[in-house]
């Protein structure tokens, strides 16, 4: 009985129930503040990955950049068309998956940019050409990757 009469008078104490209250309060804190420093890390992390993936994006971009003007350039290269349809279509089997995943459509069912961009360069130097290249594309990529879907 002395121990239950003493745990209500600690109870109905105002300075021990004011002393627990700010016990609580002090807990609060400290929680609050590693959550707060746990989001704080994890938006630093944020920010640090998306400056990778913006650098890898970037050279991501400047690789496909320099594989199409190769491959723009191994076809623009002498007089003979024969020479230069074997020279494209060397450099596209040796790089076959690149190839692909640049002449393939986007998401929204589009022809490839990169395709578009490398058809209007190689036009300049005839139909010949055009014709190779797109049957380089078929043969690696599918004939409905010349096409957009809505045209289909």
Not at 53 to 69: A, I, R, T
Not at 94 to 119: A, I, N, P, T, W
Request: proline share 1%; charged share 30%; with cysteine.
């Amino acid at each position: 009985m002395e121990i239950k009469s003493k745990c209500k008078e600690k109870l109905h104490n105002p300075s021990s129930v004011y002393k627990i209250a700010q016990r609580h309060v002090k807990l609060a804190k400290i929680r609050l503040q590693a959550i707060q420093k746990q989001k704080h890390k994890q938006a630093s992390m944020h920010n640090i990955n998306t400056e990778e993936q913006n650098k890898q994006l970037w050279h991501d971009e400047e690789q496909k950049k320099s594989f199409l003007n190769a491959l723009i350039n191994s076809i623009s290269k002498g007089d003979d068309d024969a020479k230069k349809i074997e020279a494209m279509n060397c450099m596209i089997t040796s790089h076959q998956e690149r190839f692909q995943s640049l002449m393939e459509k986007d998401l929204s069912g589009c022809r490839s940019k990169y395709l578009d961009y490398v058809s209007e360069h190689i036009s300049k130097y005839g139909v010949k050409l055009c014709l190779a290249f797109e049957m380089e594309v078929a043969k690696h990529c599918g004939e409905t990757s010349l096409i957009h879907d809505w045209d289909a």
